[in-house]
C-alpha cells in the first residue's frame, strides 16, 4: 500500500478528490494498447495543470482517480482539460473505436 508523508500545511493546501470517469454506456473499450495511451493523456494533462495522481486505477469499462488538486483550480476545470485533451487524441490514434463508440456508420 502506498504512504505518502506530507507537511500538514500542504495538506490544508491541497484538495483531495476521489473521481469515477465512466465510458459512455460502459463500454468495454479500455484494454490493450489504448489502455496504455490514456494513462499517459492523463498523465500529462495532470502534469501541465499542477495536478497529483495520487492513485489511478484503469478497468476496462470506468477509470477511478484519486487527485489532489491545487486550490487555484476547481475540480470541473480539470476534469474538462483532462476529457478535452482524452477525446481529441484518442479517436485520432484509434479510429475503430471510435467508429463503434460514437455511433458512426460507414
Given at each position: 500500500m502506498l504512504t505518502i508523508r506530507l507537511?500538514?500545511?500542504l495538506l490544508?493546501?491541497?484538495h483531495w478528490f476521489?473521481?469515477?470517469w465512466v465510458m459512455k454506456?460502459?463500454?468495454k473499450i479500455l484494454q490493450g494498447p489504448m489502455r496504455e495511451r490514456l494513462r499517459e493523456i492523463i498523465g500529462r494533462a495532470c502534469d501541465e495543470l499542477g495536478v497529483h495522481?495520487?492513485?489511478g486505477v484503469l478497468?476496462?469499462?470506468h477509470i477511478h482517480m484519486f487527485l489532489s488538486i491545487p486550490p487555484k483550480?476547481?475540480?470541473s476545470d480539470v476534469m474538462q482539460r483532462i476529457n478535452s485533451h482524452s477525446s481529441r487524441r484518442i479517436?485520432?490514434?484509434f479510429p475503430k473505436f471510435s467508429k463503434h463508440y460514437r455511433g458512426r456508420r460507414s
Open positions: 507537511p500538514y500545511a490544508r493546501a491541497l476521489h473521481v469515477v454506456y460502459r463500454y495522481i495520487v492513485r478497468v476496462r469499462d483550480l476547481s475540480l479517436p485520432l490514434e
